[in-house]
């Protein structure tokens, strides 16, 4: 399980406030990933980094923010413009040039009081 | 768009049983069906995979079958176990530098002992 690590594994926000959620790879992995999982849901993309310094926004990316400073890291901030935060946030990685498996982190609960 | 719809969303079974899950895609251009296995808040782990040219793959108690024409994928579980119980995703994507996977809903499979 080690390679992608994901903090905190809990974290808790009010209204209003900005909230980071950190991913880091090891794996020398180009290609980054942020999912939004809500219960009884799949799993919806919210941005993704294909190289460092460049991403794209997925299906759902209203209310986030992304950065890709570095290869190994791949930090979300959810804004207050996120209307329903409160969900179960996944960061994954791949490859990208040999294979198209995504390897997921153990993710991060966000609830908002 | 790009849609994958999954069925059934929630499966019982007797232990030593087999268990079947489809999905369905909406996009001809998919070339790569990963299958997930996500047990209560963890992180989806990849079980099984198919690529397009490929109709059919095997690995140890787990298949899935590709129908192109049809564009519908299948996951067997055979001789289910305890153990196999979880969540289960089926995903599409193009194969090649995005890796956008855009999944189904789910489906929770219960292995009765």
């Known amino acids: 399980d080690g390679g992608i690590t994901q903090s905190p594994k809990y974290l808790f926000r009010k209204e209003g406030q900005n909230v980071t959620l950190s991913c880091e790879q090891n794996?020398?992995?180009?290609?980054m990933y942020w999912y939004r999982q809500d219960p009884g849901q799949g799993l919806r993309l919210i941005y993704y980094s294909q190289i460092v310094n460049d991403f794209q926004k997925g299906d759902i990316a209203e209310g986030y923010s992304v950065s890709r400073e570095k290869k190994e890291s791949f930090p979300l901030t959810v804004t207050s413009a996120q209307k329903n935060p409160t969900a179960f946030y996944l960061c994954?990685?791949?490859?990208?040039?040999?294979?198209?498996?995504?390897?997921f982190g153990p993710g991060t609960r966000l609830t908002v009081l | 768009g790009e849609n994958v719809e999954q069925h059934p969303s929630t499966l019982s079974v007797q232990e030593g049983d087999s268990a079947v899950i489809k999905c369905t895609y909406s996009?001809?251009?998919?070339?790569?069906f990963p299958w997930y296995k996500q047990e209560l808040g963890k992180r989806p782990q990849l079980i099984i995979d198919i690529r397009s040219n490929v109709g059919e793959k095997k690995d140890q108690r787990i298949a899935v079958t590709l129908n192109k024409t049809a564009k519908h994928f299948s996951l067997h579980i055979t001789e289910t176990q305890p153990e196999d119980s979880a969540v289960y995703f089926c995903?599409?994507?193009?194969?090649?530098?995005?890796?956008?996977?855009?999944f189904g809903q789910g489906t929770t499979l219960q292995v009765k002992p």
């Open positions: 994954a990685s791949r490859t990208s040039s040999q294979s198209d498996e995504q390897f």
């Open positions: 794996l020398n992995h180009d290609a």
């Open positions: 996009d001809s251009a998919s070339n790569y």
């Open positions: 995903a599409a994507s193009f194969s090649g530098n995005t890796g956008k996977l855009i």
